[in-house]
């Protein structure tokens, strides 16, 4: 409990200091947030005691910052932003039930409120909660899918957790708004695609420095 404690503390810390009106949304320092999370991340490989709830709460707060640096859709859609890079992090190195935890709740406290768009998005939080949810579980769930080869497997997880997100909000849109929502499929897989060229090489730079595939 005493490892939880510091590294939640560090990082509530950090986002106190980083911002001088949380309401203003570039007062915060991306760089040197995500920066520290991560730092946080690594060391909690040496955590014997309470990891689990730990590492949930260092990767729901990576999961939330990075969903924060977004930019609004056309309306009435909702917000294309750089989170998932966080959830394949979360889900891929922590394995299912942090991963299930911190992409879902991560990504649901963004729609009920967050500095830019403040709770414009809350009618998204119901479905964030279960998508992102199951796509975590399935990114820890199948992450390994080819044995010694980390990079295609996790090409793998990362393209069928994200053929179920896309598709799960396409389908939430479409029953809200109509054929707008055909939108959410011609810019999402385009993103997906951004999101694992991010990813593949930051993980691989994650297991040098740990020295192993894995955290949990």
Not at 131 to 156: C, E, N, P, Q, W
Not at 179 to 197: C, S
Request: neutral net charge; charged residues 10%; proline residues 4%.
């Amino acid at each position: 409990m005493a490892e939880y404690i510091i590294v939640t503390t560090n990082i509530l810390n950090l986002l106190a200091s980083q911002a001088v009106d949380a309401k203003i949304y570039y007062s915060y320092n991306y760089a040197i947030i995500v920066e520290t999370i991560i730092s946080e991340l690594i060391a909690l490989e040496r955590f014997t005691e309470s990891r689990v709830v730990a590492s949930a709460a260092v990767m729901t707060a990576l999961v939330y910052v990075m969903t924060s640096v977004s930019v609004r859709m056309p309306p009435p859609l909702g917000f294309w932003h750089i989170g998932d890079v966080a959830s394949f992090i979360a889900g891929i190195l922590f394995g299912p039930v942090v991963g299930a935890f911190a992409c879902g709740v991560g990504a649901t406290i963004f729609d009920v409120w967050n500095p830019l768009w403040g709770s414009s998005g809350i009618i998204w939080a119901p479905p964030t909660l279960v998508i992102r949810g199951v796509m975590g579980f399935i990114l820890g769930r199948y992450r390994g899918l080819f044995g010694g080869s980390t990079i295609k497997s996790d090409l793998a997880v990362m393209v069928g957790a994200h053929l179920w997100k896309n598709f799960g909000y396409f389908l939430y849109d479409y029953y809200l708004f109509g054929a707008v929502a055909y939108l959410d499929l011609v810019t999402f897989f385009l993103l997906t695609a951004v999101d694992i060229v991010v990813s593949i090489p930051l993980l691989n730079a994650i297991r040098r420095a740990m020295g192993n595939d894995y955290i949990m």
